[in-house]
């Protein structure tokens, strides 16, 4: 089980290797995944998150380290071996539905990897119902709602049977019903498969679901580990330029006027329950 | 307006004709185009115009449907028609008012041509209102297939043609947005000389470019992490299904080109 599933080693990207101005995206970058875990990586826009992702999946070759991915070193050769074993999903869910109806959809990945008709109807009906979209076969993109979409896109992924699920900003254009249907979803199919899942994202909120956290900014890692442990540097992380997760802005807030709160609370309903056991337990 | 012309619309539905396999319709359209042109009198005309009306019933379209739909061929029709007539003289004299001469020929020529229209516009307009854009799509790449030899991207066509059909609602919501913000900003493309209006659409069309370039780029790096590398090795989600009803089309339309070839002779 504890088998590292993709791992970066001193990696260091840059745009426009000729300009000396320009500074490298991604600057030597080390981390490892775990088969499944659920990374969160955040940072925000410019702190070489997209980046990241095009290097996890060879849309880009780093000019220093290496990357490797299913135990394999990312190279041309390895590319689309590696690529059948990761889905992927964009921010934006428009730009990324390929087929006319949603089960087109699905299916094309499935289609490009030269999977037999029969497999293929099979795979595509049991993904659908992993993001709970199988009643909707034959409709067409402009008539499901975003979040839809996105889990359409998840179920284009998951129809490839993946190791790892790499989601880019997935939720960042959605409506919090859309994002709220989404991060569902997710945490369903980690529950039911125990999918390995990467989630870049700058909202905090996603974030604190993940098992670990690392947080990049201007291209460097700057800080890693448990949500619980990452949020407690909270005026770091607001300087980064990221917001803290309501409740645990709340949680500070009430400190500073003199609440004395136990813990670091991730969830609302956390905080809820302290708030109001709180006069008891004193 | 734009509600109202069928051309080019898909009507869904389980008729005869809608369950037909695409490669079958297809066919089936371009020969009867070619057949078209075997008749040459009274009765040949008779029987096409029988035909077509025949298909008409068989997918189900109510022909007033049809009829109002392509209204817009019909203003092209009537003006070939009259062309026909008063400028063919041959034949007996049937109407003269002053400078008006009709003649017999031009009459038949009139009513055949009209009819010759009429029956490859409704026989066309049959197939894409029973045939869904992607099962057309699909029926054209494997009937297609066999110019691959000649190297020729039928895959490739294929899927930019369903591509641009899936993106057609997307961009048609994209103007309608950009129209709107346009608007909101003071542009009136309503109204003015035609130079003006033309010139207003320019503001609309340039950011539709852009983001449509945009969606191209997001689009192209979401195939390709999904392992798309263009056709070779690839399998297909749709089937098409070759039935004995297919079969009977061909073989019933060879019979409708044997039985004009008979009345010509």
């Known amino acids: 089980m504890n088998s590292i599933i993709l791992s970066f080693e001193n990696v260091t990207f840059t745009y426009m290797q000729e300009d000396e101005s320009v500074k490298p995206a991604v600057k030597d970058l080390s981390f490892s995944i775990q088969d499944g875990e659920w990374i969160a990586l955040v940072g925000h826009n410019g702190s070489g998150k997209s980046t990241i992702a ?10 220093i380290g290496k990357v490797e991915a299913m135990g394999k070193l990312m190279t041309e050769e390895s590319l689309w071996d590696i690529r059948s074993q990761m ?32 497999e293929m109807v099979v795979r595509v009906k049991e993904a659908l119902q992993q993001v709970k979209m199988a009643d909707y076969l034959d409709h067409e993109p402009h008539h499901l709602s ?13 129809a490839m049977r993946p190791r790892l699920l790499i989601l880019d900003e997935a939720t960042s254009m959605l409506d919090p019903q859309g994002r709220m249907e989404v991060i569902e979803t997710i945490r369903e199919l980690r529950k039911a498969t125990g999918l390995t899942v990467i989630s870049i994202t700058h909202d905090l909120e996603e974030a604190a679901l993940a098992d670990r956290i690392l947080v990049m900014n201007a291209g460097e890692k700057q800080l890693e580990g448990k ?13 980064l330029g990221l917001d803290l997760p309501f409740s645990m802005r709340m949680t500070h807030l009430l400190r500073e006027v003199g609440v004395e709160l136990q813990g670091e609370h991730m969830t609302e309903d956390e905080l809820v329950d302290e708030l109001w056991t709180f006069y008891s337990r004193k | 307006m734009m509600e109202k012309m069928i051309f080019g619309r898909f009507i869904p539905g389980d008729s005869l004709i809608h369950r037909m396999d695409p490669r079958a319709k297809i066919s089936f359209v371009f020969v009867f185009i070619a057949i078209v042109f075997i008749a040459n009198s009274a009765e040949t005309y008779g029987i096409l115009l029988g035909f077509t009306l025949l298909v008409v019933f068989l997918s189900k379209i109510r022909l007033y449907f049809l009829i109002n739909g392509l209204k817009p061929v019909f203003i092209l029709l009537i003006f070939t028609f009259l062309l026909h007539i008063f400028f063919t003289r041959e034949g007996e004299l049937l109407v003269d008012i002053g400078f008006i001469k009709i003649y017999e020929e031009g009459l038949r ?21 029973t045939t869904s854009p992607i099962s057309i799509t699909d029926g054209i790449e494997v009937l297609l297939g066999p110019f691959k030899r000649v190297k020729l991207p039928v895959h490739e066509l294929a899927l930019m043609m369903s591509i641009s059909l ?9 103007t309608g947005k950009i129209l ?19 010139k ?30 263009g056709g070779e090795g690839r399998t297909r989600y749709r089937q098409l299904n070759w039935r004995l009803i297919d079969s009977l089309s061909l073989v019933v339309l060879a019979g409708l080109a044997g039985i004009l070839v008979y009345f010509r002779l």
Do not use: C, W
């Not at chain 1, 975003?146 to 998951?158: C, M, P, S, W």
């Not at chain 2, 055949?112 to 516009?121: D, G, K, P």
């Not at chain 2, 852009?210 to 997001?218: I, L, M, N, Y």
């Open chain 1, 54 to 63: 095009k290097l996890m999946n060879g849309l880009l070759f780093p000019q």
């Open chain 1, 87 to 118: 889905g992927m999903v964009f921010q934006n869910p428009d730009n990324q539905f390929v087929g006319a109806t949603v089960q087109d959809d699905v299916a094309f990945a499935l289609e490009n990897n030269g999977v037999p008709h029969e």
């Open chain 1, 146 to 158: 975003g979040g839809q979409k996105q889990r359409v896109a998840i179920a284009g992924a998951l």
């Open chain 1, 227 to 239: 949500p619980e442990a990452v949020f407690r540097s909270g005026n770091e992380l607001t300087n």
């Open chain 2, 109 to 129: 020529q009139g009513i055949f041509i009209s009819i010759r229209f009429l029956v490859l516009v409704f026989v066309t307009s049959i197939l894409t209102l």
């Open chain 2, 166 to 174: 899936r993106f057609i609602p997307t961009l048609m919501d994209e």
């Open chain 2, 180 to 198: 709107k913000a346009q608007m909101a900003r003071g542009s009136d493309i309503g109204s003015g000389p035609v130079k003006e209006r033309i």
């Open chain 2, 200 to 229: 207003a659409v320019v503001p609309l069309l340039i950011p539709l470019f852009v983001s449509a370039f945009k969606r191209a780029e997001d689009l192209a790096t979401a195939m390709e992490v999904r392992g798309y590398r």
